[in-house]
């Protein structure tokens, strides 16, 4: 599974949360498996972790009986350990903490469902490493989600992506926790075209333990937008620029006018954001969030009218719960 592209795109994205997340983080990588070995220790030499990362060439049974909790790309389940397993094929994420394996089928490769595999195993160890109680969360066997069909009762993987997604002008407003991870698929989907961030925040100590692009050096401090800017410079395709503001004042300002922004992919926690985002008026709009749930996304397509607009399903608050709380 790990010499597959999914089964590395599983791999990578679960350290980057797994350091946000647990202590210690002891990785495995086998023998023989060089190009991923050097993008482990690039990754940990940077890594923001709340413990130490080791890298490690061999699994003893000794290190599987004293830890914790264990994460592993593949297809075997190990019900006599503290054991979880990930992987994915096409649109389909697949995760179990029980004795059921996973299929091992992975050529089909699709970053969107590895980063899905990955959040859910990151979030089984979550349980495990804090103790939740089985009456609130319980731990999961064998589980397989179509991000294509939104089911767990699907017909197929799904369809391959296109070899090339031309995207259209496009906002990102919000370059925290959900914008960091709207990046880190950004980088991974074959997509071109012209993206610009809109933030008004800088990167503080918080950041690093929610934004998963966060490093040790180099961020705290610098501009959400121009930092994400400058990660997808390096690592995608697209051309992108970034820029520290409101969304209300960058309709206005030097870059905007000079796109037709016609997708807007917003990750905010900000309703007035929300609905100057959605002022732009562009075909599509895309909405992330975090509710009770876990997570939520809305869209408003132009073409799509029983679709309501971000100016409808969020409500402005009428009191500053923030005068209050503090």
């Known amino acids: ?12 994205d679960s350290l980057r949360l797994l350091s946000r997340v647990v202590g210690n983080v002891i990785v495995v990588v086998p023998s023989g498996m060089s190009a991923i070995e050097n993008d482990i220790n690039c990754f940990s030499s940077k890594a923001w972790c709340r413990g130490i990362i080791t890298v490690v060439n061999e699994c003893t049974q000794e290190l599987l009986n004293s830890s914790d909790a264990i994460l592993n790309v593949g297809s075997k389940a190990v019900p006599t350990l503290p054991w979880t397993v990930i992987n994915c094929n096409g649109w389909i994420a697949r995760m179990s903490s029980g004795e059921t394996p996973l299929p091992e089928d992975v050529e089909e490769p699709n970053p ?43 017909s197929s993987i799904g369809p391959p992506l296109p ?11 919000g370059a925290g926790a959900i914008g960091n991870g709207i990046a880190i698929l950004l980088s991974q989907l074959p997509i071109k075209g012209r993206i610009h961030v809109v933030d008004k925040q800088d990167y503080a100590d918080e950041n690093l333990g929610t934004c998963i692009l966060t490093e040790v050096e180099g961020w705290i401090g610098k501009s959400k937008a121009e930092q994400i800017a400058m990660w997808l410079k390096e690592n995608s395709q697209i051309e992108v620029t970034g820029e520290k503001n409101f969304v209300a004042a960058v309709r206005s300002g030097s870059v905007v006018p000079t796109l037709s922004i016609d997708l807007v992919l917003t990750a905010l926690d900000d309703v007035k954001a929300r609905s100057d985002s959605q002022g732009l008026w562009p075909s599509i709009i895309i909405d992330g969030g975090i509710n009770e749930v876990g997570a939520a996304v809305t869209q408003h397509r132009l073409n799509q009218r029983e679709l309501a607009c971000l100016k409808c399903w969020f409500d402005s608050p009428m009191v500053d719960e923030r005068q209050l709380e503090s």
Not at 1 to 12: A, D, P, R
């Open 1 to 12: 599974v790990l010499k597959s592209q999914n089964g590395q795109w599983c791999f990578i």
């Open 112 to 154: 969107v469902a590895a980063l899905m595999a990955a959040s859910l195993g990151v979030t089984e160890i979550f349980k495990r490493i804090f103790e939740i109680p089985e009456t609130v969360a319980p731990l999961l066997d064998k589980v397989e989600y179509s991000l294509y069909e939104q089911s767990t009762s699907f």
């Open 163 to 173: 070899n090339e997604i031309c995207i259209p002008d496009t906002l990102l407003v």
